[in-house]
């Protein structure tokens, strides 16, 4: 190992980075057969970025030699960057060396597209054997499968990795065209499609016998980029919503767009990016775990997300004849869509109230952020928001949250100077 | 009997007087952990002598008489370090002398919802630190890690790591509470034991070699336009990172 590896390593982890995809979780591989590893299924990360985000992977691209020339992609053929790679051998070692050390829960393989797809994804799969058979590795590995790649690569990479995901990137077809002219939609589609049926044949198999080995134990994912071209935020949700639901996949994920290269097909860099980002995951986690649909969070009327409220909230204050609510007597799926009401104080609730009624003052150790959900519930009849819920300052009470008091300080009025005569000091008027 | 109580700081010591005091439903105010050698003679505390026998009964009778979940609220609050828990698990325990199961739905209760919260906090931190152990491989194969976590979670995690890395010899130790699990490759078995360090550990050449390319790999992460070190520092608290190979910790 010398600098030549570290050097390596640092190009090839500068080209995997924009990929956001971190999770760890949603497979439980134990350890077997005297090797290394196991997958823990709640996901585990390791460390933060100073930008935030969590390390859970060793997010690194096999190579960044690229035939393909999208817009937005740092690795496109045209962008002028040193282009290097690692051999299957090579990132089977470094693996392995930061697992032992418990730096990292897995492998996140990701590659440029060299020759052509088969072979590029030939290449992804040695590195993977390799981990799984020569270094017995049982530990989570997300590998990327390359659009356009041959069914059967395909299905052998599932066999391998503990998830696999194709990047969407654009969320239309004319996105695509535009900015990524050698990619077609059918080829990236094409291989999620069949993973998913593969998914699904494989848990039917699994019923029938055990012996069955797994096909990607912890589903497939996919990215969409945000703001690099025109789609509204209710577009792309509506694709996240069928992408859970006739795909199956396990996550969608967002990725705020930030220029990396120029290029005329691309915007200058959009505005508070990372919030519409926010945003769009917030009403992400709706869709999967509050049983809210799309066309709740979005309509035509208002086809994008509110930058100062959350989703749940932005639907609260157009939904108020739904609310008060009382809490002794909702149902779950009610006080899901309460805001400040989250799953785990939705199941709180529903468990402390089979031993008696609730009152306002017990939510907060529920772990109901009252800040929010004062103003659509009651409990035991009693209502704990300052105003009602058909007060025209509900809104900007939701937004900057309730008006604290600021000390003051207590003072004769004699001392100090009336608002006038400030102005005119300032003025120069007497 | 109403007052402040102490025992010997053992974990039998806590049992024993949890078994003496309950029967008699005390009033407790303050329960101390007071080492033999600090006990004075015009201490206002009644001590409580450790009994091994005593202990060992009371807590096969407890984990018979408690729920699944309400023994890991209690596990977890056990291993907490917080200047109240023996008192805030007395209180837990009266009210199940009284409740029975039912106290596993009273989440709001004044007496439970203080130990759902710490053994939340314990919780977390064990999680935590699932990632946040930093193996170093020392001279003669040894892994080697330390960590100072607030919450005595060795036992929490040992079993994660028992499984995960079951091939190889490792140490894992909290400087803090003075303790450490050692595991044992050739047997499959680990064991908490006390612990101390006596010396600075010796890396192998390979060691400072994957260290050096995690923290290059570590710097190249983070997209700058997205700097967000507030967000950073909540995940990664200051306290964690001197043990943090890719924060310039050991």
């Given at each position: 190992?010398?600098?030549?590896?570290?050097?390596?390593?640092?190009?090839?982890?500068?080209?995997?980075?924009?990929?956001?995809?971190?999770?760890?979780?949603?497979?439980?591989?134990?350890?077997?057969?005297?090797?290394?590893?196991?997958?823990?299924?709640?996901?585990?990360?390791?460390?933060?970025?100073?930008?935030?985000?969590?390390?859970?992977?060793?997010?690194?691209?096999?190579?960044?030699?690229?035939?393909?020339?999208?817009?937005?992609?740092?690795?496109?053929?045209?962008?002028?960057?040193?282009?290097?790679?690692?051999?299957?051998?090579?990132?089977?070692?470094?693996?392995?060396?930061?697992?032992?050390?418990?730096?990292?829960?897995?492998?996140?393989?990701?590659?440029?597209?060299?020759?052509?797809?088969?072979?590029?994804?030939?290449?992804?799969?040695?590195?993977?054997?390799?981990?799984?058979?020569?270094?017995?590795?049982?530990?989570?590995?997300?590998?990327?499968?390359?659009?356009?790649?041959?069914?059967?690569?395909?299905?052998?990479?599932?066999?391998?990795?503990?998830?696999?995901?194709?990047?969407?990137?654009?969320?239309?077809?004319?996105?695509?065209?535009?900015?990524?002219?050698?990619?077609?939609?059918?080829?990236?589609?094409?291989?999620?499609?069949?993973?998913?049926?593969?998914?699904?044949?494989?848990?039917?198999?699994?019923?029938?016998?055990?012996?069955?080995?797994?096909?990607?134990?912890?589903?497939?994912?996919?990215?969409?980029?945000?703001?690099?071209?025109?789609?509204?935020?209710?577009?792309?949700?509506?694709?996240?919503?069928?992408?859970?639901?006739?795909?199956?996949?396990?996550?969608?994920?967002?990725?705020?767009?930030?220029?990396?290269?120029?290029?005329?097909?691309?915007?200058?860099?959009?505005?508070?990016?990372?919030?519409?980002?926010?945003?769009?995951?917030?009403?992400?986690?709706?869709?999967?775990?509050?049983?809210?649909?799309?066309?709740?969070?979005?309509?035509?009327?208002?086809?994008?997300?509110?930058?100062?409220?959350?989703?749940?909230?932005?639907?609260?204050?157009?939904?108020?004849?739904?609310?008060?609510?009382?809490?002794?007597?909702?149902?779950?799926?009610?006080?899901?869509?309460?805001?400040?009401?989250?799953?785990?104080?939705?199941?709180?609730?529903?468990?402390?109230?089979?031993?008696?009624?609730?009152?306002?003052?017990?939510?907060?150790?529920?772990?109901?952020?009252?800040?929010?959900?004062?103003?659509?519930?009651?409990?035991?009849?009693?209502?704990?928001?300052?105003?009602?819920?058909?007060?025209?300052?509900?809104?900007?009470?939701?937004?900057?949250?309730?008006?604290?008091?600021?000390?003051?300080?207590?003072?004769?009025?004699?001392?100090?100077?009336?608002?006038?005569?400030?102005?005119?000091?300032?003025?120069?008027?007497? | 009997m109403s007052g402040c109580y102490s025992y010997d700081g053992s974990l039998a010591g806590l049992l024993t007087l949890y078994a003496r005091l309950l029967p008699e439903r005390a009033d407790v105010e303050r329960i101390s952990a007071t080492l033999l050698e600090q006990q004075g003679l015009f201490n206002s505390e009644i001590c409580i002598a450790t009994d091994q026998a005593v202990a060992e009964a009371f807590w096969q009778r407890l984990t018979?008489r408690l729920?699944?979940?309400s023994?890991?609220l209690l596990r977890r609050c056990l291993l907490a370090d917080h200047p109240q828990q023996e008192l805030l698990i007395y209180n837990y325990l009266l009210l199940e002398a009284d409740q029975?199961?039912?106290i596993?739905?009273?989440?709001?209760h004044p007496a439970v919802?203080p130990i759902?919260?710490l053994s939340?906090?314990?919780?977390?931190?064990?999680?935590?630190?699932?990632?946040?152990?930093?193996?170093?491989?020392?001279?003669?194969?040894?892994?080697?890690?330390?960590?100072?976590?607030?919450h005595r979670?060795?036992?929490?995690?040992?079993?994660?790591?028992?499984?995960?890395?079951?091939?190889?010899?490792?140490?894992?130790?909290?400087?803090?509470h003075g303790?450490?699990?050692?595991?044992?490759?050739?047997?499959?078995?680990?064991?908490?034991?006390?612990?101390?360090?006596?010396?600075?550990?010796?890396?192998?050449?390979?060691?400072?070699?994957?260290?050096?390319?995690?923290?290059?790999?570590?710097?190249?992460?983070?997209?700058?336009?997205?700097?967000?070190?507030?967000?950073?520092?909540?995940?990664?608290?200051?306290?964690?990172?001197?043990?943090?190979?890719?924060?310039?910790?050991?």
């Open positions: 190992m010398a600098t030549d590896l570290m050097d390596r390593l640092k190009i090839l982890a500068d080209g995997a980075k924009y990929d956001v995809s971190c999770s760890s979780s949603g497979s439980s591989r134990a350890n077997s057969n005297g090797g290394v590893g196991s997958a823990a299924s709640c996901g585990i990360c390791h460390t933060w970025t100073s930008d935030g985000r969590c390390v859970s992977l060793l997010k690194i691209l096999m190579t960044n030699r690229c035939i393909y020339d999208c817009a937005y992609c740092i690795n496109r053929r045209s962008n002028d960057v040193q282009r290097v790679a690692l051999s299957p051998a090579e990132v089977a070692e470094l693996t392995i060396g930061f697992y032992r050390r418990n730096y990292i829960e897995g492998l996140f393989l990701s590659t440029g597209v060299v020759r052509s797809a088969d072979y590029t994804m030939e290449l992804l799969i040695q590195a993977v054997r390799t981990l799984r058979e020569q270094y017995r590795f049982n530990g989570y590995i997300h590998l990327k499968l390359v659009p356009g790649a041959d069914p059967q690569l395909v299905q052998q990479a599932g066999l391998w990795a503990d998830r696999v995901s194709v990047n969407l990137e654009l969320p239309t077809r004319e996105s695509l065209a535009l900015l990524a002219p050698d990619k077609t939609r059918d080829s990236v589609v094409g291989p999620m499609r069949q993973v998913s049926s593969l998914i699904v044949t494989n848990r039917a198999e699994r019923k029938q016998s055990r012996k069955v080995p797994r096909f990607a134990p912890a589903g497939q994912s996919t990215q969409l980029i945000v703001g690099a071209t025109g789609e509204s935020d209710r577009q792309i949700v509506t694709l996240s919503e069928q992408l859970y639901q006739r795909l199956d996949l396990k996550r969608v994920y967002y990725s705020a767009f930030i220029p990396t290269v120029t290029d005329s097909r691309l915007p200058a860099r959009p505005e508070a990016p990372l919030r519409r980002e926010h945003r769009l995951y917030q009403a992400d986690w709706l869709l999967r775990y509050y049983g809210f649909s799309a066309h709740e969070l979005l309509d035509e009327a208002s086809p994008n997300l509110d930058s100062e409220l959350d989703p749940k909230t932005g639907w609260a204050l157009r939904h108020l004849e739904l609310f008060p609510l009382e809490i002794n007597r909702a149902s779950y799926e009610e006080l899901l869509r309460v805001p400040g009401i989250g799953v785990r104080s939705a199941q709180r609730i529903i468990r402390a109230r089979r031993q008696g009624h609730l009152g306002i003052d017990d939510l907060a150790s529920l772990g109901v952020v009252m800040k929010r959900a004062r103003y659509f519930i009651t409990a035991r009849g009693r209502y704990a928001g300052e105003s009602g819920l058909e007060s025209s300052a509900l809104r900007s009470r939701l937004v900057d949250g309730p008006k604290q008091k600021r000390p003051v300080q207590l003072s004769l009025a004699l001392e100090q100077p009336s608002v006038d005569e400030t102005a005119s000091l300032i003025t120069g008027e007497l | 018979k729920s699944g979940n023994l890991k029975g199961r039912r596993d739905g009273m989440l709001a919802a759902w919260k939340q906090q314990v919780g977390r931190e064990a999680h935590r630190y699932l990632g946040f152990i930093r193996f170093q491989q020392l001279q003669g194969g040894l892994y080697y890690a330390s960590i100072a976590p607030d979670i060795l036992l929490l995690i040992g079993a994660h790591f028992a499984e995960r890395f079951s091939d190889q010899q490792w140490v894992i130790h909290d400087q803090r303790e450490g699990i050692l595991y044992d490759a050739e047997k499959k078995e680990w064991l908490l034991l006390p612990m101390e360090v006596t010396a600075r550990p010796d890396v192998t050449p390979e060691e400072a070699q994957f260290q050096a390319l995690w923290r290059s790999y570590f710097a190249t992460l983070a997209i700058p336009e997205r700097t967000n070190l507030k967000l950073q520092q909540g995940k990664v608290p200051f306290k964690a990172r001197i043990f943090l190979t890719e924060f310039g910790g050991v």
